[in-house]
């Protein structure tokens, strides 16, 4: 597990104004377990309310437009996702490709315009079923990172990984601990590769995928996974906070 092992929620497409309870109990909770990093990503309509409750866990957003201001109705910018609160965005999530056809030149796009209005990255990558069955796993997602890595800007300390596969997300099924520190491996040496040791050292690969309390320590504990990124089982203050206690 990382130094300061980083515990994320990803809310997707859920939650009106009585969330705010669940935000304010993880936040308070957050306080006592300074060693992990918390945060959440709400849906855009409730970044600036969570921001105004939150004093400890880091808040964020679920996507952004690659581009500045202008005629995109029904879009959000990062410039737009900062100023209400939101200090890091989720790119590049399956549900974004899957629903939205995002390729990763798009999601690289994304990426530097994040950069460029100061937000941290999470960079989601995972390969379907049919695809790790066909023993293609690894060159699949590290397919995915080499096109959608910034490499205009140096992420330094703001760029992090989430390895989610996506036949473990909302399924209940979760990658054996093999698998996962194999491909957590495999992210680690491409990253080496491609901003040195010095810059990839600091940037932290998550687990996602159905964790739960249940199964958050062990998978916490490879020592290659840095933290979770967490869908389902962030909806509810008790199950989040479960996780974060797996990680503390
Ligand atoms: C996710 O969508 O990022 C995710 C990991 O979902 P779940 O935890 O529900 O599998």
Redesign the pocket.
Known sequence: MAERPYIVG?W?MNGTRAMLSEARAIDRAAQRYMKVEVAVAPPYTLIHAVHKEAEQIGIGAQDCHSGAEGAHTGDINASMVADAGAKFVILG?S?RRQDHAETDELINAKIESALEAGLRVILCCGESLETRDAGEAESFVLGQLRAALPIFQDPADRLTIAY?PIW???TGRTATVEDIAAMHRAIRALLDETFGEDVSAKVRILY????KPDNAREILAVPEVGGA?????SLSAENFLGIVVGAS
Do not use: D, R, T, W
């Not at 996602?208 to 964790?211: D, F, N, R, W």
């Open positions: 990803n997707k999530h549900e989610e473990a997300i909302g996602g995928g159905s964790v990124l967490v869908g389902g089982a």
